[in-house]
RNA sequence: GCGGAUAUGGCGUAAUUGGUAGCCGCGCUAGACUUAGGAUCUAGUGGUGAAAGCCGUGGGGGUUCGAGUCCCCCUAUCCGCACCA
C-alpha cells in the first residue's frame, strides 16, 4: 500500500486531542471569526452521510480562515432534550439521561473519526444543570419583563409597577394579552393577586388559558411549528385543538423587529421569505360594526377596506366570545349544533375539509358604520379565530371565500372594484368572485371613482373621523406556547402562591430535574413531574410540573459557547465583547420557522437587556442540501400477478370467441375475470385464499346466476410445467355452457421466493419490487450469495438471471433516488466509508459532489475518484518506491503559474462556499503537476497548506515530512500573487458570425488592428471568409476575436 | 391558489458573470501490466456523420457581432405557505 490512511488519520487525531491544537481562546491580537453548525439532537441511529455535510463544509471554512489569520471559534454540543429518549423511557423505564448519554457517544465517535477541528472544551449539553441554569435564567428574565411599544424594547415588569402606581393604565402602550384600563387608585386597591393577574397581562413569559395543539398520544402541547398538517411533527400523530393553561413567550411584542431585521442579515431569499410568511404581516384596517337591537360592538379587521360597500353579511368564528351573545333564540339550536360539530373536528379533519361550505346564521345583524345597511351575522369555520379578530365583514364580489359562502346560502353580492376602463356587470353571472387588487371603485359613494389603493386611504380616514375604526397592522405569528407536559426537559423556576406563579430567587438556580420512578403523565392526568417527591420550595410551596420545550435549550446555545464554563453569569461581557455573534451559521433548512426564530427573538431580548452587543444571532446562513440515498431493488416474483398476467393474455382480445373485462367490481367483491355475455366469473389465488372464500362466492354467483371458476394459482403453473390445459379446458368448457365444479381442492405450491433480473422482458408486470441492502450491491451487480444469507426468508431464494456483455450470468438490480432512511436499507455509514476510504477522503467527496445547499443523490461509487486523487496528491511526494522525495530546486514558471491559478480559485471558492469547485481544482493542479513531475518544495509547501482545511490528516502527515514541526493548523495560507498567472500570449477563439472555427495564439499585447490584421491573413480563415471583406471584427483582448461577414 | 427555487452528456456537475458549452469525477469503450482484481496505469468518450461539417444547455420568441448566462411567453420538477379576511 503506497499511502496507509488508517495509520496516519489515527496518529493526527491522537496529536491533536493530547495537544489541545484545536483549543480557542480570546486572542485582541487577532479578529475573531465564528463559525457554527446547528445544535445535532443526538438521535439513536447515529449519524448517515447526510448529516456530516454541513459539518464538513463549516470545518473547512473554519480551517480555511485561521489559516488566514483569524482567531476562529468552532464549538460544538448537543441539543440532549427531546422526545425520542423520552418516549423510549416511558417504553421501557430507561432513563432519558442514559439514552441520551448513549447517543451522544456515538455521534462523538463518529465525529472524532471525520477529524473535526472543533473545540471540543466549549461542549455544552442542553440538559446539563450548568448550562440550563441559564436557560431558567433567561426565563425568569422574560418573565419579569414587559414590552414597552413606544421604546421598541422590553423593560423590567417593575417600571410597569411603578406606573401603575402613579398613573395606572394611563399613557400605557405595551404588549398585552387584552387591552386594560384602570387608575392608579383602581390599581392600589387590587389584592395581590389581582394584581398579579393584571401583571401577567405584560409579561413576556406569561401563563395564560390559550387555545392549544394537544397532541394525545405524545401526552403534550405543541408549539406551531412543531404541528403539520394537523400532525405532530415528531412521530406523526393526531393533534387537536384544546383550551388549556400555559406558559407563553410574548414573541408577538417582536414581530415587527423579527420581520425588518431580516433586512439585515446574509441569508438566502428563500428562508428569509419563510419567515416573512411566518410573522405574515398585513396592513388593513379594525371596523366596528354595531349589532342592532343590542349593545354589543363587533370589531373586524379587514386589509380591504376599500370594499365597505360591498359587504353584504358579517361572519364569526364558531369559537367567538360574542356567538351566543348575539343569537336570536329561534337560531340558537342550530348554531350550538354546529359549534359542536365544529368543535368536534380534529384540525386535520377540518384541514381536509377546506373547500367544503358550511355555517350557520345566528339571527342577529350587524350594521355597516358606513351605509347604515342591515348585515346577518353568520358563523363559519372558514373564519379563524386565531387571525385578526376572529370575525370578517364579508364581501362577497371580491373575496373567494365569502363568494363561495354568498352562493351557498344565497346571500347578495354587489360589485365595488371594477377592472380599469370596464363596466361593472351584474355579479349573478359571475363564475367566480374578482379578487384583483388593482381596479376603480364603483358603487362606492364618495369613494366612486378612485384606485384601490387610493380608496383605502381615503376610507380609513373616514373610519377615524366618524370613530368606528382605525388603521392596523395585524401578524399572523402567534405567542409561542412554552410548556410541555413532559419530563425530559427543563423545569420552570416557578413556584405557586395562592394560586398564582411566582419567580424563584435566581439564587436558587439551577432548580434540578427531580428523579421519578415512571415516566408517564399521573393516573389524573397531570404531567410526569407530578410524580416527583417533594416537589416544593423550601417554604413548602408546590413548583411548576410542566417543563420547557425543546427549543428553550437551543434558542441561546451560540451564547454560552462564548463563554461555556462561566457559573457567575451566562457569558460574560468581554467574552461577548469579543465573539459577537455567529458569523457562519450552517445547518438544514428545516429549521426555517422553528428554532431560527426563536433563537432570533431570545437573542433580541438579551439585546435589549443589555447582555448581547449584537441583535441578530446569526449574521450569515447556509442552509445545506439533504443527500438523498440510492436504493436498490430486487424483483420478486408475485406468482399470483404471473397467473393472472398469464391466463388474461388467453382470455383478452375474444381469443375464446367472448368478450372478457379485467378487475370486475360488484360492491365489495372484486373478480379477476368476468364475461358479461355468459356470465362468468373467474378469480386467480393462493389455494389458502380460494378456500376462505369459496362458499360465500359460491352463494353470491348463485343469487346473480353467474357461473363462478375460482383457479388455484398452484393448476397455472403445472400447467405451464407439465404442458398441460387444465385451466384452459375449464374456461372453454364455461364458454361452451358446460357444467364446471367451482372450485377443486389442490396440493398447494410449495412458496419459493423467486427473483427476476432487472432486463427480463415484461418483468414489471409480474413482480414486485423489494428493496435489497445496498451493500449487497456493487454496479448494481447483485451478490445472490449475500442476498440468500442476508435474510431468512430468502435462503431458498432462486433467481432468474441476465447475461452480461460477456456472456456470464448476473443479477441486475433497479435503482431509485429516495430519501435515506433504515427501511430502504439505503443508508450510507460515514464509519464504513471512513474505514475504507479515509476521513480525507470522505471529507473531500461530500464536498465534491455539488454546490452545498443543492440536494443530491449519495452516489456511492464516485467516491473512488476523489480516492484516487488523495493517492495521486501523496505521489507527488514520494518516489516509485514510496520514499519521501522532494526536491529544493526552485519553480518554473507553469508550475507556478499551477500553483497560483489554485490559490485564487481556493480563495474565491471557500468565500462563495463553492467547495466542489474548489475539489474540482485541486484534482485539476495535482494532474498538472503530475504530468509536469514536480516535486519542488516550493510548490508542495503551499500546496499543503491548501489542501488542509479539506484533508487535514495527509495534509498534517506530509507537513511533517516536509519539515515541521508545530501543527499545519497553524501555518499560514500563501498570498496570491497574479503576475505568476499571467502569460505573455493568449491562444484567441477566432469565430466567424459567432461561431468559433479555429484557435489562434497571439501576444497579448498586440493592438486590435495588429490582430485583425493576423487573423484575416491566417490561412484557415480564408475558408470562412469566402472571399469577401468583413464588414466587422470585434476584439475582445484576451477573450475572443469574432469576425462578422 | 400564492410564493421561492431549479432545468446543461448515461450520472453528479463546471463555465472567468454576455465571449471556445461540457472542466473535474463517476460510468462506459479500447489497450497495457499482472500473483485474474470490486487493483493500477494509458488513451478515448455530447449527438450525428466516412469526412468536411451540421445539430446541441426543458420548449417557443426577442435583444446582441456573440446568449447556458439578459428580456418576454410556456412546460416540467422540487420546496415552502395556504380558508390569513
Same mark, same amino acid.
Given at each position: 500500500?503506497?499511502?496507509?490512511f488508517?495509520?496516519?488519520?489515527?496518529k493526527?487525531?491522537?496529536?491533536?486531542r493530547d495537544?489541545?491544537i484545536y483549543?480557542?481562546?480570546?486572542?485582541?491580537?487577532?479578529?475573531?471569526?465564528?463559525?457554527?453548525?446547528?445544535?445535532?439532537?443526538?438521535?439513536g441511529?447515529?449519524?448517515?452521510?447526510?448529516?456530516?455535510?454541513?459539518?464538513?463544509a463549516?470545518?473547512?471554512y473554519?480551517?480555511?480562515?485561521?489559516?488566514?489569520?483569524?482567531?476562529?471559534l468552532?464549538?460544538?454540543?448537543?441539543d440532549?432534550?427531546g422526545?425520542?429518549?423520552?418516549?423510549?423511557?416511558?417504553q421501557?423505564?430507561?432513563h432519558?439521561?442514559?439514552?441520551?448519554?448513549?447517543?451522544?457517544?456515538r455521534?462523538?465517535e463518529?465525529?472524532?473519526?471525520?477529524?473535526?477541528?472543533?473545540? #471540543?472544551?466549549?461542549e455544552v449539553?442542553?440538559?446539563?444543570?450548568?448550562y440550563?441554569?441559564?436557560?431558567?435564567?433567561?426565563f425568569?428574565?422574560?418573565f419579569?419583563s414587559?414590552?414597552?411599544n413606544?421604546c421598541?424594547?422590553a423593560q423590567?415588569i417593575g417600571?410597569?409597577?411603578?406606573?401603575?402606581?402613579?398613573?395606572?393604565?394611563d399613557?400605557?402602550?405595551?404588549?398585552?394579552?387584552k387591552?386594560?384600563?384602570f387608575?392608579?387608585?383602581? #390599581?392600589k386597591?387590587?389584592?395581590?393577586?389581582?394584581?398579579?393577574?393584571?401583571l401577567?397581562?405584560?409579561r413576556?413569559?406569561y401563563?395564560?388559558e390559550?387555545?392549544?395543539?394537544?397532541?394525545?398520544?405524545?401526552?403534550?402541547?405543541?408549539?406551531?411549528?412543531?404541528?403539520?398538517?394537523g400532525?405532530?411533527?415528531?412521530?406523526?400523530?393526531?393533534?387537536?385543538?384544546?383550551?388549556?393553561k400555559?406558559?407563553l413567550?410574548?414573541?408577538?411584542?417582536?414581530?415587527?423587529?423579527?420581520?425588518?431585521d431580516l433586512?439585515?442579515?446574509?441569508?438566502?431569499?428563500?428562508i428569509?421569505?419563510?419567515?416573512?410568511?411566518?410573522?405574515g404581516k398585513?396592513?388593513?384596517?379594525?371596523?366596528i360594526?354595531?349589532?342592532e337591537?343590542?349593545d354589543?360592538?363587533?370589531?373586524?379587521?379587514?386589509?380591504?377596506?376599500?370594499t365597505l360597500?360591498?359587504?353584504?353579511?358579517?361572519?364569526?368564528?364558531?369559537?367567538?366570545?360574542?356567538?351566543?351573545?348575539?343569537?336570536?333564540?329561534?337560531?340558537?339550536?342550530?348554531?350550538?349544533?354546529?359549534?359542536a360539530?365544529?368543535?368536534?373536528?380534529?384540525?386535520?379533519e377540518?384541514?381536509?375539509?377546506?373547500?367544503?361550505v358550511?355555517?350557520?346564521?345566528?339571527?342577529?345583524?350587524?350594521?355597516?358604520?358606513?351605509?347604515?345597511?342591515?348585515l346577518p351575522? #353568520?358563523i363559519?369555520?372558514y373564519?379563524?379565530?386565531?387571525?385578526?379578530t376572529?370575525?370578517?365583514?364579508?364581501?362577497p364580489?371580491?373575496?373567494?371565500?365569502?363568494?363561495?359562502?354568498?352562493?351557498?346560502f344565497?346571500?347578495?353580492?354587489?360589485?365595488?372594484?371594477?377592472?380599469?376602463?370596464?363596466?361593472?356587470?351584474?355579479?349573478?353571472?359571475?363564475?367566480?368572485?374578482?379578487d384583483?387588487?388593482?381596479?376603480?371603485?364603483?358603487?362606492s359613494g364618495?369613494l366612486?371613482?378612485?384606485?384601490?389603493?387610493k380608496a383605502?386611504?381615503r376610507?380609513?380616514?373616514?373610519?377615524?373621523?366618524?370613530g368606528?375604526g382605525?388603521g392596523?397592522?395585524?401578524y399572523r405569528?402567534?405567542d409561542?406556547?412554552f410548556?410541555r407536559?413532559?419530563?425530559?426537559?427543563?423545569?420552570?423556576?416557578?413556584?405557586?402562591?395562592d394560586?398564582?406563579?411566582y419567580?424563584?430567587?435566581?439564587?436558587?438556580?439551577?432548580?434540578?430535574?427531580?428523579?421519578?420512578?415512571?415516566?408517564?403523565?399521573?393516573?389524573?392526568?397531570?404531567?410526569?413531574?407530578?410524580?416527583a417527591?417533594?416537589w416544593?420550595?423550601?417554604?413548602?410551596y408546590p413548583?411548576?410540573?410542566?417543563?420547557?420545550?425543546?427549543?428553550?435549550?437551543?434558542?441561546?446555545?451560540?451564547?454560552?459557547?462564548q463563554?461555556?464554563?462561566?457559573?457567575?453569569?451566562?457569558?460574560?461581557?468581554e467574552?461577548n465583547?469579543? #465573539?459577537?455573534?455567529?458569523?457562519?451559521y450552517?445547518?438544514?433548512a428545516?429549521?426555517?420557522?422553528?428554532?431560527?426564530?426563536?433563537?432570533?427573538?431570545w437573542?433580541?431580548?438579551?439585546f435589549?437587556?443589555?447582555l448581547?452587543c449584537?441583535?441578530?444571532?446569526?449574521?450569515?446562513?447556509?442552509?445545506?442540501?439533504?443527500?438523498?440515498?440510492r436504493?436498490?431493488?430486487?424483483?420478486r416474483?408475485?406468482?399470483?400477478k404471473?397467473c393472472?398476467?398469464?391466463?388474461?393474455y388467453?382470455?383478452?382480445d375474444?381469443?375464446?370467441?367472448?368478450?372478457?373485462?379485467?378487475?370486475?367490481?360488484?360492491?365489495?367483491?372484486?373478480?379477476?375475470?368476468?364475461?358479461?355475455? !355468459?356470465?362468468?366469473l373467474?378469480?386467480?389465488n393462493?389455494v389458502?385464499?380460494?378456500?376462505?372464500v369459496?362458499?360465500?362466492?359460491?352463494?353470491?354467483?348463485?343469487?346473480?346466476?353467474?357461473?363462478?371458476?375460482l383457479?388455484?394459482?398452484?393448476?397455472?403453473?403445472r400447467?405451464y410445467v407439465?404442458?398441460?390445459? !387444465?385451466?384452459?379446458?375449464?374456461?372453454?368448457?364455461?364458454?361452451?355452457?358446460?357444467?364446471v365444479?367451482?372450485?377443486?381442492?389442490?396440493?398447494?405450491?410449495?412458496?419459493?421466493p423467486?427473483?427476476v433480473s432487472?432486463?427480463?422482458?415484461?418483468?414489471?408486470?409480474?413482480?414486485?419490487?423489494?428493496?435489497?441492502?445496498?451493500?449487497?450491491?456493487?454496479?448494481?451487480?447483485?451478490?445472490?450469495?449475500?442476498?440468500?444469507?442476508?435474510?431468512d426468508?430468502l435462503?431458498?431464494?432462486?433467481?432468474?438471471?441476465?447475461?452480461?456483455?460477456d456472456?456470464?450470468?448476473?443479477?441486475i438490480c433497479?435503482?431509485?433516488?429516495?430519501?435515506?432512511?433504515?427501511?430502504?436499507?439505503n443508508?450510507?455509514?460515514?464509519?464504513?466509508?471512513v474505514?475504507?476510504?479515509?476521513?480525507?477522503?470522505?471529507?473531500?467527496?461530500?464536498?465534491?459532489?455539488?454546490?452545498?445547499?443543492?440536494?443530491?443523490p449519495?452516489?456511492?461509487?464516485?467516491?473512488?475518484?476523489?480516492?484516487?486523487?488523495?493517492?495521486?496528491?501523496w505521489?507527488?511526494f514520494?518516489?516509485?518506491?514510496n520514499?519521501f522525495?522532494?526536491?529544493?530546486?526552485?519553480?518554473?514558471?507553469?508550475?507556478?503559474?499551477?500553483?497560483?491559478?489554485?490559490?485564487?480559485?481556493?480563495e474565491d471558492?471557500?468565500?462563495?462556499?463553492?467547495?466542489?469547485?474548489?475539489?474540482?481544482?485541486?484534482m485539476?493542479c495535482?494532474?498538472?503537476?503530475?504530468?509536469?513531475?514536480?516535486?519542488?518544495?516550493?510548490?508542495?509547501?503551499?500546496l499543503?497548506?491548501?489542501?488542509s482545511?479539506?484533508?487535514?490528516?495527509?495534509a498534517?502527515?506530509?507537513?511533517?515530512?516536509?519539515?515541521?514541526?508545530?501543527?499545519?493548523v497553524?501555518a499560514?495560507f500563501?498570498?496570491?500573487?497574479?503576475? !505568476?498567472?499571467v502569460?505573455?500570449?493568449?491562444?484567441?477563439?477566432?469565430?466567424?458570425?459567432?461561431?468559433?472555427?479555429?484557435n489562434?495564439e497571439?501576444?497579448?499585447?498586440?493592438?486590435a488592428?495588429?490582430?485583425?490584421?493576423?487573423?484575416?491573413?491566417?490561412?484557415e480563415?480564408?475558408?470562412?471568409?469566402?472571399?469577401?471583406?468583413?464588414?466587422k471584427?470585434?476584439f475582445?483582448p484576451?477573450?475572443?476575436?469574432?469576425?462578422?461577414?
Amino acid at each position: 500500500m503506497d499511502y496507509n490512511f488508517n495509520e496516519v488519520e489515527k496518529k493526527w487525531q491522537q496529536y491533536w486531542r493530547d495537544n489541545k491544537i484545536y483549543k480557542v481562546d480570546i486572542d485582541h491580537d487577532k479578529p475573531k471569526f465564528y463559525v457554527l453548525d446547528m445544535f445535532p439532537y443526538p438521535s439513536g441511529a447515529g449519524l448517515h452521510v447526510g448529516h456530516p455535510l454541513g459539518y464538513i463544509a463549516s470545518d473547512i471554512y473554519a480551517r480555511y480562515k485561521r489559516l488566514k489569520g483569524f482567531n476562529v471559534l468552532h464549538p460544538m454540543g448537543y441539543d440532549a432534550y427531546g422526545l425520542p429518549a423520552e418516549q423510549y423511557a416511558i417504553q421501557t423505564g430507561t432513563h432519558p439521561a442514559v439514552t441520551t448519554e448513549k447517543n451522544i457517544n456515538r455521534y462523538r465517535e463518529q465525529m472524532d473519526k471525520i477529524g473535526f477541528c472543533y473545540d #471540543w472544551d466549549r461542549e455544552v449539553r442542553t440538559s446539563d444543570p450548568k448550562y440550563y441554569k441559564w436557560t431558567q435564567w433567561t426565563f425568569i428574565q422574560l418573565f419579569n419583563s414587559f414590552y414597552c411599544n413606544k421604546c421598541q424594547k422590553a423593560q423590567p415588569i417593575g417600571k410597569l409597577i411603578a406606573h401603575f402606581e402613579e398613573h395606572g393604565t394611563d399613557g400605557i402602550n405595551a404588549a398585552e394579552s387584552k387591552p386594560m384600563s384602570f387608575t392608579a387608585a383602581e #390599581w392600589k386597591a387590587m389584592s395581590e393577586k389581582e394584581q398579579q393577574e393584571v401583571l401577567m397581562n405584560y409579561r413576556l413569559a406569561y401563563q395564560a388559558e390559550a387555545l392549544v395543539n394537544w397532541c394525545p398520544e405524545l401526552g403534550t402541547v405543541l408549539a406551531n411549528d412543531e404541528v403539520v398538517d394537523g400532525l405532530s411533527v415528531r412521530g406523526g400523530f393526531p393533534v387537536v385543538r384544546k383550551s388549556m393553561k400555559q406558559w407563553l413567550l410574548r414573541i408577538t411584542a417582536y414581530a415587527e423587529r423579527l420581520l425588518s431585521d431580516l433586512d439585515n442579515v446574509d441569508w438566502n431569499e428563500s428562508i428569509k421569505e419563510v419567515q416573512r410568511n411566518w410573522v405574515g404581516k398585513s396592513m388593513g384596517a379594525s371596523v366596528i360594526f354595531k349589532v342592532e337591537g343590542k349593545d354589543i360592538d363587533l370589531e373586524v379587521f379587514t386589509t380591504r377596506a376599500d370594499t365597505l360597500f360591498g359587504t353584504t353579511f358579517m361572519v364569526l368564528a364558531p369559537e367567538h366570545e360574542l356567538v351566543s351573545a348575539i343569537t336570536t333564540p329561534e337560531h340558537r339550536t342550530e348554531v350550538e349544533e354546529y359549534i359542536a360539530h365544529a368543535k368536534n373536528r380534529s384540525e386535520r379533519e377540518r384541514m381536509a375539509e377546506v373547500r367544503k361550505v358550511s355555517g350557520a346564521f345566528t339571527g342577529a345583524y350587524g350594521i355597516n358604520p358606513i351605509t347604515g345597511a342591515k348585515l346577518p351575522i #353568520w358563523i363559519a369555520d372558514y373564519v379563524l379565530m386565531g387571525y385578526g379578530t376572529g370575525a370578517i365583514m364579508a364581501v362577497p364580489a371580491h373575496d373567494s371565500r365569502d363568494f363561495a359562502f354568498a352562493r351557498h346560502f344565497s346571500l347578495p353580492i354587489i360589485q365595488v372594484v371594477t377592472k380599469p376602463g370596464t363596466e361593472p356587470t351584474d355579479p349573478a353571472t359571475w363564475e367566480e368572485s374578482f379578487d384583483a387588487k388593482d381596479g376603480v371603485m364603483v358603487n362606492s359613494g364618495f369613494l366612486n371613482g378612485l384606485t384601490v389603493k387610493k380608496a383605502i386611504e381615503r376610507m380609513i380616514q373616514e373610519l377615524e373621523k366618524l370613530g368606528v375604526g382605525t388603521g392596523k397592522t395585524n401578524y399572523r405569528l402567534r405567542d409561542a406556547i412554552f410548556s410541555r407536559q413532559r419530563y425530559w426537559g427543563e423545569p420552570f423556576p416557578i413556584y405557586y402562591k395562592d394560586g398564582m406563579p411566582y419567580a424563584m430567587d435566581e439564587s436558587k438556580l439551577p432548580l434540578e430535574l427531580p428523579s421519578i420512578d415512571e415516566y408517564k403523565p399521573t393516573e389524573n392526568g397531570e404531567p410526569p413531574l407530578a410524580r416527583a417527591k417533594n416537589w416544593v420550595t423550601e417554604e413548602g410551596y408546590p413548583i411548576e410540573t410542566n417543563t420547557m420545550p425543546g427549543f428553550a435549550g437551543s434558542s441561546g446555545y451560540y451564547l454560552r459557547y462564548q463563554d461555556p464554563h462561566n457559573d457567575k453569569e451566562y457569558f460574560s461581557r468581554e467574552a461577548n465583547d469579543y #465573539w459577537q455573534n455567529v458569523d457562519l451559521y450552517i445547518g438544514g433548512a428545516e429549521h426555517a420557522t422553528g428554532h431560527l426564530i426563536y433563537s432570533r427573538f431570545w437573542c433580541k431580548f438579551l439585546f435589549d437587556l443589555g447582555l448581547s452587543c449584537k441583535e441578530e444571532p446569526f449574521q450569515r446562513m447556509i442552509n445545506q442540501g439533504m443527500i438523498q440515498g440510492r436504493s436498490s431493488f430486487a424483483y420478486r416474483v408475485n406468482i399470483e400477478k404471473l397467473c393472472e398476467h398469464a391466463v388474461w393474455y388467453q382470455l383478452k382480445d375474444k381469443k375464446y370467441g367472448v368478450e372478457f373485462v379485467r378487475d370486475f367490481k360488484d360492491g365489495r367483491r372484486r373478480f379477476d375475470f368476468f364475461c358479461p355475455e !355468459k356470465g362468468i366469473l373467474i378469480e386467480i389465488n393462493r389455494v389458502g385464499n380460494l378456500e376462505k372464500v369459496v362458499e360465500p362466492w359460491k352463494e353470491y354467483a348463485n343469487e346473480k346466476g353467474y357461473k363462478l371458476l375460482l383457479v388455484p394459482i398452484a393448476d397455472v403453473v403445472r400447467d405451464y410445467v407439465k404442458g398441460t390445459n !387444465k385451466v384452459e379446458q375449464k374456461i372453454k368448457d364455461l364458454i361452451a355452457g358446460k357444467d364446471v365444479p367451482a372450485y377443486e381442492e389442490v396440493q398447494p405450491l410449495p412458496s419459493t421466493p423467486l427473483f427476476v433480473s432487472k432486463n427480463v422482458t415484461d418483468r414489471e408486470v409480474f413482480s414486485d419490487p423489494i428493496h435489497v441492502d445496498i451493500n449487497l450491491v456493487h454496479n448494481d451487480i447483485l451478490d445472490t450469495i449475500a442476498f440468500t444469507e442476508w435474510r431468512d426468508d430468502l435462503k431458498n431464494a432462486l433467481f432468474l438471471f441476465e447475461k452480461d456483455k460477456d456472456g456470464n450470468n448476473v443479477y441486475i438490480c433497479g435503482s431509485e433516488v429516495e430519501k435515506m432512511s433504515k427501511s430502504k436499507y439505503n443508508v450510507q455509514n460515514p464509519d464504513d466509508l471512513v474505514e475504507k476510504y479515509g476521513a480525507d477522503t470522505l471529507r473531500l467527496y461530500e464536498m465534491f459532489l455539488g454546490p452545498l445547499e443543492q440536494s443530491k443523490p449519495w452516489d456511492v461509487q464516485g467516491i473512488e475518484g476523489t480516492y484516487r486523487f488523495v493517492r495521486k496528491f501523496w505521489r507527488l511526494f514520494h518516489n516509485e518506491n514510496n520514499e519521501f522525495c522532494v526536491s529544493n530546486e526552485p519553480a518554473t514558471a507553469p508550475e507556478m503559474k499551477t500553483l497560483h491559478t489554485l490559490i485564487k480559485k481556493e480563495e474565491d471558492g471557500i468565500e462563495s462556499i463553492s467547495f466542489n469547485t474548489v475539489v474540482s481544482a485541486f484534482m485539476i493542479c495535482v494532474n498538472e503537476l503530475s504530468d509536469l513531475k514536480c516535486n519542488k518544495r516550493e510548490i508542495l509547501e503551499p500546496l499543503t497548506v491548501m489542501i488542509s482545511p479539506y484533508a487535514p490528516h495527509i495534509a498534517e502527515e506530509l507537513w511533517h515530512l516536509l519539515g515541521h514541526d508545530s501543527s499545519v493548523v497553524n501555518a499560514s495560507f500563501p498570498i496570491y500573487d497574479e503576475s !505568476k498567472t499571467v502569460e505573455n500570449s493568449f491562444n484567441y477563439p477566432i469565430s466567424f458570425n459567432g461561431k468559433m472555427r479555429f484557435n489562434m495564439e497571439l501576444p497579448v499585447t498586440m493592438s486590435a488592428e495588429e490582430v485583425q490584421a493576423a487573423v484575416l491573413a491566417a490561412p484557415e480563415a480564408q475558408k470562412w471568409m469566402e472571399g469577401k471583406t468583413p464588414k466587422k471584427v470585434i476584439f475582445v483582448p484576451k477573450k475572443i476575436v469574432n469576425v462578422v461577414i
